[in-house]
């Protein structure tokens, strides 16, 4: 199973990107979905996760600027960033997780970066 991120790029502050992270492989089942990020010298945070049942979880930071979706049929997972700001640069991770049997997967980190 391999989790393949994108939509990471350079953007001005105030600005949009959109995050996608598609699952390739034998995966079923996925509880959890959620993004990630690592700013340079930081450790890694949560930023945003959703349920399988539909529930959204987000870091405070984000709030009300972020949205996080999942398309279940193509395992996929989403992460609208509106009013970018610099403080969001850093390598985004996606994350699918399933509890039982347990498993995690990582996707390889996307980069973005938000100019003052």
């Known amino acids: 199973v391999q989790l393949q991120a994108s939509g990471g790029g350079l953007v001005q502050a105030g600005g949009s990107l959109r995050l996608s992270c598609a699952a390739s492989?034998?995966?079923?089942?996925?509880?959890?979905m959620g993004w990630y990020r690592q700013a340079p010298g930081k450790q890694r945070e949560l930023v945003a996760l959703?349920?399988?049942?539909?529930?959204?979880n987000y870091v405070d930071s984000v709030k009300g600027r972020f949205t996080i979706s999942r398309d279940n049929g193509k395992n996929t997972v989403y992460l609208q960033m509106n009013s970018l700001k610099p403080e969001d640069t850093a390598v985004y991770y996606c994350?699918?997780?399933?509890?039982?049997?347990?498993?995690?997967?990582w996707g390889q980190g996307t980069l973005v970066t938000v100019s003052s």
């Open positions: 492989g034998i995966i079923f089942s996925i509880d959890v």
């Open positions: 994350n699918f997780r399933r509890f039982v049997p347990a498993s995690n997967y």
């Open positions: 959703v349920t399988s049942g539909g529930t959204t």
